[in-house]
Nanobody, 120 residues
Framework: QVQLVESGGGLVQPGGSLRLSCAASGFTLPYYGTAWFRQAPGKEREGISCISSSDGIVYYTDSVKGRFTISRDNAKNTVYLQMNSLKPEDTAVYYC?????????????WGKGTLVTVSS
């Protein structure tokens, strides 16, 4: 059974850090592109970062570039999102998803999300 499970969300103060994890089961994660999305209250879901399958090329949306880092541990079948210098506008439910590449509109499998709240 294909499954993605996110973890690591929580409450953090502005300027703080969190590391999100996306653990996969039922398939080999490095064979797929894996992306992180987020959906803030009242807003549409947006793709914010992706790591490609074979060559591991990474992509970031401008709003997180320089603050967030996506990485993958093939042995653990897990993708991470290290989030630094967090801002209140980063508050959202964060989802991971996988697909054949890093096309945000072509993701096939989704996790259920983890909530990140940035507030003092």
């Amino acid at each position: 059974q294909v499954q993605l499970v996110e973890s690591g969300g929580g409450l953090v103060q502005p300027g703080g850090s969190l590391r999100l994890s996306c653990a996969a089961s039922g398939f080999t994660l490095p064979y797929y592109g894996t992306a992180w999305f987020r959906q803030a209250p009242g807003k549409e879901r947006e793709g914010i970062s992706c790591i490609s399958s074979s060559d591991g090329i990474v992509y970031y949306t401008d709003s997180v570039k320089g603050r967030f880092t996506i990485s993958r541990d093939n042995a653990k079948n897990t993708v991470y999102l290290q989030m630094n210098s967090l801002k209140p506008e980063d508050t959202a439910v964060y989802y991971c998803a996988t697909g054949s590449g890093c096309n945000y509109h072509g993701m096939a499998y989704w996790g259920k999300g983890t909530l990140v709240t940035v507030s003092s």
